[in-house]
């Protein structure tokens, strides 16, 4: 660590000894030598002597009182160079106006490495087999498995299962999720919850299929308020890079709600350029208290661009999170299946059209459960069950949490004499299942 001087001038006064040229103190005369006989007065060379020992002390104490009156005034104290030897790697900024520094300013190495150590037992590798189809050479289509990896955050644990917060697009179409803890014994998990539109899922591992010394070294992540966090403060990410197993990388905040768009949505994240690469996603950002920050995620890096890595605010996922930790993991043929087909309004579209932001409904199933509540085109669907269902994505997503054969409420927005009016339709959900 390179130590900081602020406002310090450090001076080296070297002081040569003064030796009076001495004249002869002989007289030759007549080739004879004779001594000058004393006068009752210093000889010549004690007065250069005394004149010298007199200037050298006035020089000194006008140096010293500069240098006092120089310190006092400004509230500084002198530094030797032995002082500097002797508290190598301390802070020796003394001024009127100290710096303020955030508490990452001082982290070295071995704190770091400190606050992984702690973290490890809260982070998990997470191995997902799913099918998809694979085209040969002559264009034949055929199923084939497939693996993936990721990462992911112990958030919670109770008397029958371990609960895990990951990525959405991790365990997404995943036919088996396996979990490998910290002390590397792996254990299925299953599909808590997901939502597609904030890529978080949080899985379950079942208590019964762990042993008692998992157990005991199993602990639940720490989460900080990423809304407080400054950029620049340090970032460390933590996950199953490549699928290689946890491995750490240490940077800083570089923005906060950036902004970035994909798949025709958009999140504002936390960006930094601790390296997040391919496995990552799902694992942890921390901060230089080891509190989770952030759900690091891959889906939303760019392979152009080579330091920037994002996160999910961990103080937005928390509300998500707390959501899917209650959701009921619903087989597909048990899904609710509502009969519409419809776009999304935008915030522009509706600025530019006068309408509201929903779900314009374009088409109507006949005998679907949406018709028999009568529903209509050109309604706009704002809320399902009291849960916001302005985009088609969020739409699905509670249909995907709802069991068939539910009693709901449907929010709509319809056009009556040229304004938009609210309506509440109550409606049975039918079955995915019976609708293909």
């Known amino acids: 660590m390179n130590d900081e001087f602020d406002n310090k001038e450090y001076y080296e006064y070297s002081y040569q000894e003064i030796s009076p040229h001495r004249g002869s103190d002989e007289e030759h005369t007549g080739g004879s030598k004779k001594k000058r006989k004393g ?57 009127s106006n100290p710096v303020v520094t955030t508490s990452s300013s001082n982290i070295s190495s071995s704190d770091v490495a400190q606050i992984v150590e702690n973290t490890m037992p809260s982070i998990v590798s997470i191995s997902v087999t799913v099918t998809q189809n694979v085209s040969d050479f002559f264009g034949r289509v055929y199923k084939d498995k497939a693996t993936g990896s990721g990462s992911g955050i ?49 899985v379950a591992v079942d208590m019964k299929s762990l042993s008692q010394d998992t157990k005991s070294k199993i602990k639940i992540a720490a989460l900080g308020d990423s809304d407080s966090l400054k950029v620049g403060e340090m970032a460390i990410a933590i996950g ?42 799902g694992g942890a950002l921390l901060n230089s208290r080891g509190e989770v920050i952030g759900i690091n995620s891959v889906k939303y890096a760019s392979a152009e661009v080579e330091g920037m890595g994002y996160a999910i605010p961990i103080s937005k ?90 009693k709901a409420t449907l929010k709509v927005k319809v056009l009556e004499n040229g304004e938009y009016v609210e309506k509440t339709l109550d409606i049975t959900l039918g079955s995915k299942a019976s609708a293909k």
């Open 39 to 95: 006068t009752g007065k210093f000889p010549s060379f004690m007065k250069t002597i005394s004149f010298a020992l007199v200037f050298g002390l006035v020089a000194g104490c006008t140096f010293q009182g500069f240098n006092y009156g120089y310190n006092k005034f400004f509230n500084q104290d002198a530094i030797s160079a032995n002082d500097i030897n002797n508290t190598a790697g301390k802070s020796l900024m003394n001024t």
């Open 154 to 202: 112990i958030i919670g644990q109770n008397n029958k299962e371990v609960l895990i917060a990951t990525n959405n697009h991790v365990v997404d179409g995943a036919e088996t999720v396996t979990i490998t803890f910290a002390d590397n014994e792996t254990a299925k998990a299953t599909v808590k919850g997901t939502s597609a539109s904030s890529d978080l899922a949080v």
């Open 240 to 281: 199953n890079a490549l699928g290689y197993g946890q491995s750490v990388t240490v940077g800083y905040i570089s923005a906060k709600e950036r902004e970035v768009s994909v798949e025709d949505s958009s999140m504002k994240l936390l960006q930094t350029d601790a390296a997040i690469n391919p496995g990552n996603s």
């Open 317 to 406: 996922a928390v509300p998500i999170i707390t959501s899917l930790m209650n959701q009921e993991s619903i087989p597909e043929s048990k899904q609710a299946y509502l009969g519409v087909m419809g776009s999304d309004i935008t915030e522009d579209i509706a600025k530019s059209y006068n309408m509201p932001e929903g779900v314009y409904v374009g088409e109507v199933t006949k005998k679907s459960p949406a018709a028999k509540a009568g529903l209509y085109p050109g309604s706009i669907i704002t809320e399902l069950n009291g849960r916001d269902a302005t985009t088609m994505e969020k739409l699905q997503e509670i249909l995907t949490s709802t069991r068939a054969g539910e």
